[in-house]
């Protein structure tokens, strides 16, 4: 026999409940078979009871769902989730991380607008402003991320939205979020963060001032490496934005893979932990080799934003750097040494990797462009993932080895 279960009475439930519980239970709905698990809604479209019913439907005089480009219920929990995480009134759920902050600027942004985006952000999204965004009138300035000065004085009369990633990759450098989302709001543009590193276990922007949260769920949300996604997370009156460009351009999630993210999000803050864990511990080690001239780890005492780091976050992430002596052969010699760790540029992966950003990554930008952003031949990336730490230090040694 099957129970019948109230729709919406889990939500009702949480009111006052803890991080940890909403990472769990946020945003699911049963439906009259009582699972436990949260249903996969495996569907492209949705039946109509008469041709009434979906005229209304249609029209959007009744509530319900019509076509899974537009709603489909397991997407839904996931968005629920994400907004109950980050503390936002809505979230959209995308097809990848770069769809976000497409569908953002496209709903967000017109011809003649101004953006600001920090220099050091995903090699993909300046892609997308220079060879795209721009095509279509949008125009770009890139500020140096950790100098609110230089962002003061970037801003032009059309400034609409500033664009940053904190913790930025490969450098660990901060921005102080507070602090800048003040400067955006006093000349009337909004702050947007890229939260992909920190997760909302560790950082919750829109708590720090910034007005709208993406995510490539594709990282530690899955955190197994298995399937790309998105999110954007904000006000209702900007999402509402967000979602008319998505139902119209397409790039939505898939049912699966908000699935698969659900099941992410409830060991997020434990995965995270762990990551944390070990990266602190591989990076005070690294500190100490000989071989190794610089770690660029902002929970080190040495980050000259550490404090910040302390302040603004609960947690120093998983994303660490390091310049060896001897530049690109040897970074290479290092990287080629390694037997456990992964030669992939990816991150957030349980699985760690290993990556030469200057010739991956950073690869596309001219020698010039890389020294600006700091990326010199001798750096090596490393996302730590959940393996025993004893055994990633014992990999990292053989680098160590062949320098
Ligand atoms: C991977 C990544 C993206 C792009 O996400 P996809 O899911 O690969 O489209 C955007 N921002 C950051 C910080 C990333 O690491």
Not at 28 to 52: D, K, W
Not at 219 to 227: A, E, F, H, M
Not at 248 to 257: I, K, R, V
Not at 285 to 301: D, F, M, N, S
Request: aromatic share 8%.
């Amino acid at each position: 026999m099957t129970q019948e279960w109230e729709a919406g009475r889990l939500d009702s439930d949480l009111e006052g409940v803890g991080f940890d519980t909403l990472a769990v239970r946020a945003g699911q709905q049963r439906t009259p078979e009582g699972e436990h698990g949260e249903p996969l809604f495996f569907t492209s479209s949705y039946v109509f009871r008469t041709a009434a019913d979906a005229a209304a439907r249609f029209a959007g005089e009744v509530p319900g769902n019509v076509y899974s480009r537009y709603t489909n219920p397991t997407v839904r929990t996931f968005e629920q989730r994400i907004a109950a995480l980050e503390g936002a009134e809505q979230a959209v759920a995308t097809a990848s991380g770069m769809s976000a902050i497409l569908a953002t600027v496209m709903s967000l942004c017109g011809a003649g607008d101004h953006v600001l985006v920090s220099r050091s952000v995903f090699g993909a999204t300046v892609s997308l402003f220079e060879k795209y965004l721009k095509r279509f009138g949008v125009q770009v300035d890139y500020v140096p991320l950790a100098d609110l000065d230089a962002w003061a004085a970037a801003f032009k009369p059309n400034t609409r939205l500033l664009f940053v990633e904190s913790p930025s990759n490969p450098l660990a450098e901060l921005v102080d979020i507070r602090a800048l989302a003040d400067l955006a709001h006093a000349k009337d543009a909004w702050l947007m963060v890229d939260n992909c590193f920190c997760t909302p276990v560790l950082q919750q922007p829109l708590a720090l001032g910034a007005d709208i949260v993406i995510h490539s769920a594709t990282k530690y949300i899955d955190g197994q490496g298995r399937c790309l996604g998105g999110v954007v997370a904000g006000r209702s009156e900007q999402m509402k934005e967000v979602v008319g460009f998505l139902r119209t351009a397409g790039p939505t999630l898939s049912p699966f893979n908000a699935w698969v993210f659900l099941k992410g999000l409830e060991t997020l803050r434990l995965r995270m932990q762990a990551h944390c864990a070990s990266a602190q511990a591989l990076a005070e080690w690294l500190e100490t080799q000989p071989g190794i001239e610089r770690v660029h780890y902002a929970g080190l005492a040495s980050h000259p934003q550490h404090e910040l780091a302390r302040r603004q976050q609960k947690g120093f992430g998983a994303v660490l750097s390091f310049e060896v002596a001897g530049g690109k052969d040897a970074a290479w010699r290092f990287i080629d040494a390694t037997r456990l760790i992964s030669i992939t540029a990816n991150l957030g992966d349980t699985k760690t990797t290993i990556t030469h950003p200057a010739t991956t990554t950073h690869g596309r930008l001219s020698p010039e462009e890389r020294a600006n952003a700091g990326i010199r031949d001798s750096l090596i990336r490393v996302a730590v993932g959940l393996e025993e730490v004893e055994d990633l230090k014992a990999d990292l040694a053989r680098g160590l080895q062949a320098l």
